[in-house]
């Protein structure tokens, strides 16, 4: 009889140790918290920071190149050029000698919509001296600031260019036909135009 009880503690401290492993296992387990994702914050952070500085650059270079692109006072602006008109009568040579004064040249014509941004800015009584020029009356066109002529963008007008010794041009209106290029003597005096770069500031 004594043997059994014997037997019967031990079994039942054993069984009591055991359970009280598993118990205090399984509490554990219920009262650990979920950890989460601790980096996920302050990535999703950085990530937007990063975007808004990138806009923020983009808006920038955007508006200085657009608001920051300028021409002198009185000068009209067209595309990436700047033009002055000049009201005062003179030679050829003289008025591109004033265009260089203003760090600019005579006008250059390029494009047929450079050429009609031009005339609407003109006066149809008066004609201007452009820079386009045949020094040795050889029908050998030149740009003051070197541009190659091009025979597919010049806009003579009907007839023109008719003499040799004619070796200076302007564009002028001739009514029931428009404005035009006409070549005339250099030492003739007439208003210009210059041409210049835009100004980045």
């Known amino acids: ?113 450079e050429q009609k941004f031009i005339i609407r800015n003109l006066e149809q009584n008066s004609a201007y001296f452009v820079g386009l020029s045949d020094p040795e009356g050889q029908r050998r066109w030149q740009w003051v600031d070197q541009t190659p002529y091009n025979e597919s963008a010049t806009f003579w007008h009907e007839g023109e260019p008719s003499h040799t010794s004619e070796r200076c041009v302007l564009v002028n209106f001739r009514y029931f036909r428009g404005w035009g290029w006409n070549d005339v003597p250099c030492y003739d005096r007439q208003r210009s135009v210059c041409e210049m770069m835009t100004i980045h500031l």
Do not use: D
């Not at 009262?31 to 920038?60: D, E, Q, R, V």
């Not at 009185?74 to 700047?82: D, L, Y």
């Open 1 to 113: 009889m004594t043997s059994e009880v014997t037997y019967a503690e031990v079994s039942f401290n054993n069984e009591s140790k055991s359970s009280g492993v598993n118990s205090s296992a399984a509490s554990k387990a219920r009262a650990a918290p979920h950890k989460s994702n601790a980096g996920f914050p302050k990535l999703l952070c950085a990530s937007l920071l990063t975007l808004f500085l990138l806009m923020a650059i983009s808006f920038f270079i955007a508006f200085v190149k657009t608001a920051w692109n300028c021409c002198p006072k009185n000068w009209k602006s067209f595309s990436s050029s700047c033009y002055f008109i000049s009201t005062e009568s003179a030679t050829w040579q003289e008025s591109e000698n004033k265009c260089v004064r203003m760090a600019a040249h005579l006008l250059v014509i390029n494009t047929q919509e």
